[in-house]
Structures are given as structure tokens and as C-alpha cells.
Antibody
Framework: EVQLVESGGGLVQPGGSLRLSCAAS????????MSWVRQAPGKGLEWVSV???????HYADSVRGRFTISRDNSKNTLYLQMNSLRGEDTAVYYC????????????????WGQGALVTVSS | DIQMTQSPSSVSASVGDRVIITCRAS??????LAWYQQKPGKAPKLLIY???SLQSGVPSRFSGSGSGTDFTLTISSLQPEDFATYYC?????????FGQGTKLEIK
């Protein structure tokens, strides 16, 4: 059974940093397409970042240059390093496994974690 | 970026009703589209991928169609557990984009 468990969320001041973790079981992070998707309170879904094929990464314009996606193969864990945080980054952050199923990009999200809440406020 | 626009933003319906939700892409995306269901406080659940392929374990009352820029999600006979928010998402190019959501409420 696939399980994705996020951790590391919390309250941080504007301009601060936070690192989210997503511990995986039932799948190997290094050989899968792994993304972060966020949802601001009461709002819709916003894709944040993806990592696959070793070191290929993509980011949403809203986080590029501030957020970094990475993984630790030995721990089977996905990370999201978030720097220079802003109020508009306040959201529940989900990690998700993407599938390609023939699509140009591997982003059919069939498995999701339970989410980690990040609140950016002074 | 490809913009995804859903309609309606909300809809009220009764158990047993047939409901159709539409999603329009700002440019052609072939059939590279997914539909998700989300209930309050829960992660989204993949229902449909590649516009019309039913994800394993999803009831057959859910179906998807469309290609190019116009897509639909149809729920043939609403069940109580179907009241939720539905999102479309394009899988054609980065950045990945979602529709704004359609909230399906009980009439």
C-alpha cells in the first residue's frame, strides 16, 4: 500500500524558511514522479513543483527562485525547502505521486499525502 | 501558461440526478486532462485521467469526455457521497494548472 506522510509544517514569519518532508512507503521516491501541490485556505489547488528522472525539476512561477524540491533516496523522502516565505504561501501543502499514462508530463496525481499546513504570519 | 476554466462554480443537485461539469482550456491540450474530487479536509482523489479513462476503483457513474479545449465530467446518478468539490487539471505542459473548482451541493 502506498503511503505519503508530510511533516514540517507550522507557523513562520514572513521572510522566514521552512522545510517540508514527505516520507514515502510502498513506492520508491527516486523512481517516481513526485510533486508538491498546495491549497490556500478556502481556495483551489495550485501545483508547486515536480522532480523526476534523476534531477529534472520544474516550478510554478510563484515559487521559482524561493522554493527547492529535492529527495533523499536513502530515506525514501521528498523535500520542499521554502525560503523567503510570504503571506500568500500560507496553504496546506500536499506531496503527490504523478503518473504519465501517455501524457507529455507526468502529472496525473493518483496518490496524495494528508497535507501539511504552513502558515506565514507575523 | 494554460488557463483552465470550470463551469459552473457551484451547482445544487439531488440524489439520483445527472450532473455535468465543464472545463475549458485556454489552448488545445489534446486529451491530457484529469478530474479530481475533493471532500472537506481531505486530499484530492483522482477520478479520470486522459480525459476519459476511469481511475481504478472509481465508480462507473463517473465519466469524462472531450478533447482539444472543451471537456466534461458527468456523474450519471448522484449518490450522497458524491457531494464534494471537483477540479480539472491539464497534463499537457508545465506549469501544471487546475480549474478553480466546482462545488457540488445537495439541493
Amino acid at each position: 500500500e502506498v503511503q505519503l506522510v508530510e511533516s514540517g509544517g507550522g507557523l513562520v514569519q514572513p521572510g522566514g524558511s521552512l522545510r517540508l518532508s514527505c516520507a514515502a512507503s510502498g513506492l520508491t521516491v527516486s523512481s517516481n514522479y513526485m510533486s508538491w501541490v498546495r491549497q490556500a485556505p478556502g481556495k483551489g489547488l495550485e501545483w508547486v513543483s515536480v522532480i523526476y528522472s534523476g534531477v529534472t525539476t520544474h516550478y510554478a512561477d510563484s515559487v521559482r527562485g524561493r522554493f527547492t524540491i529535492s529527495r533523499d533516496n536513502s530515506k525514501n523522502t521528498l523535500y520542499l525547502q521554502m525560503n523567503s516565505l510570504r503571506g500568500e504561501d500560507t496553504a496546506v501543502y500536499y506531496c503527490a505521486r504523478g503518473d504519465r499514462s501517455g501524457s507529455p508530463i507526468p502529472v496525473y496525481f493518483g496518490y496524495w499525502g494528508q497535507g501539511a499546513l504552513v502558515t506565514v504570519s507575523s | 501558461d494554460i488557463q483552465m476554466t470550470q463551469s459552473p462554480s457551484s451547482v445544487s443537485a439531488s440524489v439520483g440526478d445527472r450532473v455535468i461539469i465543464t472545463c475549458r482550456a485556454s489552448q488545445g491540450i489534446s486529451t491530457w486532462l484529469a478530474w479530481y474530487q475533493q471532500k472537506p479536509g481531505k486530499a484530492p482523489k483522482l477520478l479520470i485521467y486522459a480525459a476519459s479513462s476511469l481511475q481504478s476503483g472509481v465508480p462507473s457513474r463517473f465519466s469524462g469526455s472531450g478533447s482539444g479545449t472543451d471537456f466534461t465530467l458527468t456523474i450519471s446518478s448522484l449518490q450522497p457521497e458524491d457531494f464534494a468539490t471537483y477540479y480539472c487539471q491539464q497534463a499537457n505542459s508545465f506549469p501544471v494548472t487546475f480549474g478553480q473548482g466546482t462545488k457540488l451541493e445537495i439541493k
